[in-house]
């Protein structure tokens, strides 16, 4: 590798790690969090260096939030080419719901609350914003056909309200996470029962 490459592999280390320390940051303490001192410092660099790759920190939040939801959005795409398996039973998916539970947090779920809020507010971050939830209603969709129910379309953004919903509640500490599992389960089963009962399809077991 040349001197040059080098070069350039170091300095995007670089600002990978400044929008990484930009965004731990912002998960901590919001906005007002992210300063070119505070950044640089948790990046383990010189303070000068934000202000090197960035022309000002809303630049560096901006970049910084866009860059997290265009991790959501490949993890959210790769999650809908999973194969799944259509004779799963609704009435059984409040234990796998429990089980993503216990690995986010209502803590880890209020920042990336935060954090997607924070950019639909941006107007030159709105559209990326809306193509994350799109990959979670695109997700949404995939499993429901999977699942063989028809006309699952206008379904998914629906189930996709109710998870928001319950995102949103769950910051309120107001049930423990095997209820609000069995709450979001039953809610999203009462859904799709309701949408089979008018399209005249099938009704799932």
Known sequence: MSRAQLSQVRSRA???????????????????????????????????????????????????????????????????????????????????????????????????????????????????????LQALEDLALRTLERLGIAGAHDLAPQVVALIAGSALRRQSAQYDDAEEARLLTLAIRHLVTSHVSATGTESLS
């Not at 990046?43 to 939040?61: K, M, Q, R």
């Not at 993503?100 to 030159?124: H, M, Q």
């Open 14 to 132: 670089r600002r990978e790690a400044l929008l990484a320390a930009a965004i731990e940051l912002f998960a901590e303490g919001g906005a007002r969090a992210v300063t070119h001192r505070a950044v640089a410092a948790r990046a383990g660099l010189p303070p000068a260096t934000t202000t090197y790759y960035f022309a000002s920190i809303d630049e560096l939040v901006r970049e910084a939030l866009a860059t997290h939801l265009a991790g959501w959005i490949e993890v959210l795409e790769a999650l809908a080419d999973i194969d799944l398996d259509p004779s799963i039973d609704l009435a059984s998916t409040s234990d796998f719901v429990q089980s993503v539970f216990a690995t986010r947090s209502p803590e880890k779920a209020g920042i990336e609350l935060a954090i997607y809020l924070a950019a639909a507010r941006d107007p030159e971050l709105t559209a990326t914003a809306a193509e994350a």
